[in-house]
């Protein structure tokens, strides 16, 4: 009877276990959402120069996206979030952001990366520090991780 209760407790140890492990992230997913996120702000720190087109590639072109930026802003469909980088990409502000302490949570065809933005923009020549709390959605769209919604606090400079 001890061998039966003691197997018995480890087989289910080991199967609660695998599906823990499986809730919390895909195989795999979570290097390639950070390696997304990373994309963002190369594409983000492009934008800064004064192109949108790399930010655009990124993002999923549905009509459910949602973008909450720095300038307060609450923008939803891919036509109005397309627009926005376009708009933002006039602003040539320069600088550079990176995203750290990225925490991802990921199931096969939704993640959500929790970061920190930081870096400096330049508002007419003068710099201006950019320390922000961030969270990017993304899906699963044909084998590449698209962006679906951003959302950040936002920077009193560009209100």
């Not at 939704?110 to 710099?127: C, I, P, Q, T, W």
């Not at 201006?128 to 899906?139: D, G, I």
């Amino acid at each position: 009877m001890r061998f039966n209760v003691f197997h018995t407790t480890i087989l289910c140890i080991t199967i609660l276990g695998s599906f823990l492990d499986t809730t919390h992230a895909a195989t795999g997913d979570t290097a390639a959402i950070e390696t997304a996120v990373v994309k963002f702000h190369d594409a983000l720190n492009v934008l800064f120069k004064g192109d949108s087109d790399p930010m655009k590639t990124l993002w999923s072109h549905a009509n459910d996206t949602t973008y909450m930026g720095p300038m307060g802003d609450f923008d939803t469909g891919w036509s109005a979030i397309s627009s926005l980088w376009d708009e933002q990409a006039t602003l040539k502000l320069g600088g550079k952001v990176i995203a750290e302490n990225i925490h991802v949570a990921a199931s096969p065809s939704l993640a959500v990366a929790h970061y920190m933005e930081r870096g400096s923009n330049f508002v007419d020549g003068k710099e201006q520090k950019v320390s922000l709390r961030t969270t990017t959605t993304f899906r699963k769209e044909n084998g590449l991780w698209k962006v679906i919604g951003h959302h950040t606090d936002t920077l009193p400079y560009l209100k």
